[in-house]
């Protein structure tokens, strides 16, 4: 009988932790990003020597400060996400063991609600952040590829 009430009580508390599990995953889900087909990304890559990667880190903070304080949040031109991530290139870029290149890449990635976002985005960046030419200069010393404006055609959650 004590087997059975043990039992009994570990099934519950799996039973219990599982829906919290459960509760806590769809309420992180749901609260994110909504599904993103249909919205618009602009997307960046620089693939820069490793000495630049102090100016890349100094140029993105400058981006993320000018960002926050000047894009919309609702509306055609709310941007919906943002980030820049950073790794070093390896030589061999799907086996994370393989050696590295001595280069950093940096990507930059928006979504916007519509074209619209992009567009005021671009005449934004030209007209008020005061490192739109550092950036610039940034890039032309990076292989960069860079992609202005592609709709999203397959999202998750």
Known sequence: MNLIVRRSALIIGLCM???????????????????AVGKVRFLVTFTCPGD???????????HIAWMQGTH?????????????????????PFTLDSKPTGNVIFVLTEVYETDAGVVDHFEQSK????????????ADKCKTT????????????
């Open 17 to 35: 932790f599982a829906a919290a599990v459960a509760g806590i995953l769809s309420t992180t889900v749901s609260a994110g990003p909504t599904n």
């Open 52 to 62: 630049l990667e102090a100016e890349g880190d100094r140029i993105f903070k400058s």
């Open 72 to 92: 919309h949040h609702e509306g055609p031109k709310a941007l919906l996400s943002y980030d820049v991530s950073k790794t070093p290139e390896l030589s061999e």
């Open 127 to 138: 007209a008020s952040w005061k490192d739109f030419a550092a950036w610039n200069a940034f």
């Open 146 to 157: 860079k992609v202005g404006a592609a709709k999203i055609f397959n999202s998750l959650w």
